[in-house]
């Protein structure tokens, strides 16, 4: 008679495991924050050489090959750019639009956005897909409608153009708030509704205060479309004295007399003010823009 004993499986070291694991957690963080970091600085490549040149003599500017830092640093040359063109007058309209268009951006589509998600009417999604369609109607097919309209109102070579459609509300920040919104407690509104609370008062009072990383979202978003706006400064604005940085920065940019340091100057201050507002809000931005999926 033969008896068989089978061998007891042979079971791995846990804490050898458990270090693998964890090496090899930390190996891959590492690799991908490494490709982040290199990917990041690959962005930053433009803005760095743009400040650098800024900074640079007329002499150091016809080197080549170019220097990767000035000789001498001209910190000057802010100060003679700054002269060169009206600046002061034209940072104050960019200001002043960006501002405006901002506020009136944010508190008209955050409205819209509340009523497409935080109250329950016939036909409510429908309206919304519609709205939604309106991103893909080209702004060059409004040029000319808008134009006139304007013109009719004696709002030419002003900014209302540039401020007044904002209070319209944006196809593109109604989706991002009304997705927000979405994720809004029903039972806090549905508790205030109980209370007598009518829709406003849940609107602004009960909503509009947890809804703040996706509003300074969309705000980042509504800053930096009106402080680049090149097309519509464009054709409403012909008086120097209130066109914005974008159409300075352009004829500064086609004047025979410019220096190339200056002109660098002039796109260093004028990016500046972004650079320093995303840098500020970062945080709430990507948590704004966290707003869950569609439905």
């Known amino acids: 008679m033969t008896?068989?004993?089978?061998?007891?499986?042979?079971?791995?070291d846990r804490r050898s495991l458990r270090r693998q694991n964890r090496l090899r957690r930390t190996t891959s963080g590492i690799i991908a924050r490494a490709i982040l970091i290199a990917v990041s600085l690959l962005f930053l490549v433009p803005l760095y050489w743009m400040v650098i040149t800024a900074l640079k003599s007329d002499e150091e500017l016809a080197l080549f090959?170019?220097?990767?830092?000035?000789?001498s640093w001209n910190f000057s040359v802010f100060a003679e750019t700054v002269n060169a063109f009206p600046?002061?007058?034209?940072?104050?309209?960019?200001?002043?639009?960006?501002?405006?268009?901002?506020?009136?951006?944010?508190?008209?589509?955050?409205?819209?956005?509340?009523?497409?998600?935080?109250?329950?009417?016939?036909?409510?999604?429908?309206?919304?897909?519609?709205?939604?369609a309106t991103i893909f109607i080209p702004f060059p097919l409004a040029i000319i409608p808008m134009f006139d309209l304007f013109a009719g109102l004696g709002w030419v070579n002003t900014v209302l153009?540039?401020?007044a459609p904002n209070a319209l509300g944006s196809a593109f920040y109604i989706f991002l708030l009304r997705q927000f919104l979405l994720q809004a407690s029903t039972e806090a509104m549905d508790a205030a509704r109980v209370d007598g609370a009518g829709e406003w008062r849940i609107c602004w009072q009960v909503v509009f205060p947890t809804a703040r990383g996706a509003l300074i979202a969309v705000s980042i978003f509504?800053?930096?479309?009106?402080?680049?706006?090149?097309?519509?400064?464009?054709?409403?604005?012909?008086?120097?004295?209130?066109?914005?940085?974008?159409?300075?920065?352009?004829?500064?940019s086609t004047d025979t007399d410019?220096?190339?340091?200056?002109?660098?100057?002039?796109?260093?201050?004028?990016?500046?003010?972004?650079?320093?507002?995303?840098?500020?809000f970062q945080r709430y931005f990507v948590r704004g823009l966290n707003v869950g999926g569609f439905r």
């Open 87 to 132: 600046f002061w007058t034209q940072l104050g309209n960019s200001v002043l639009v960006t501002v405006a268009s901002t506020v009136l951006a944010v508190l008209s589509s955050y409205v819209v956005a509340y009523g497409f998600a935080c109250i329950d009417w016939p036909g409510r999604d429908k309206v919304f897909y519609l709205v939604l």
């Open 65 to 71: 090959p170019p220097t990767l830092l000035p000789e």
């Open 3 to 12: 008896t068989t004993t089978a061998s007891a499986p042979v079971t791995p």
């Open 222 to 252: 509504a800053a930096v479309a009106a402080w680049n706006d090149f097309l519509g400064p464009l054709i409403y604005l012909q008086d120097p004295s209130v066109q914005t940085l974008a159409i300075g920065l352009q004829t500064f």
């Open 161 to 163: 153009p540039l401020i």
């Open 258 to 280: 410019t220096e190339f340091n200056q002109l660098m100057a002039a796109s260093t201050l004028t990016v500046l003010p972004m650079v320093v507002l995303f840098i500020f």
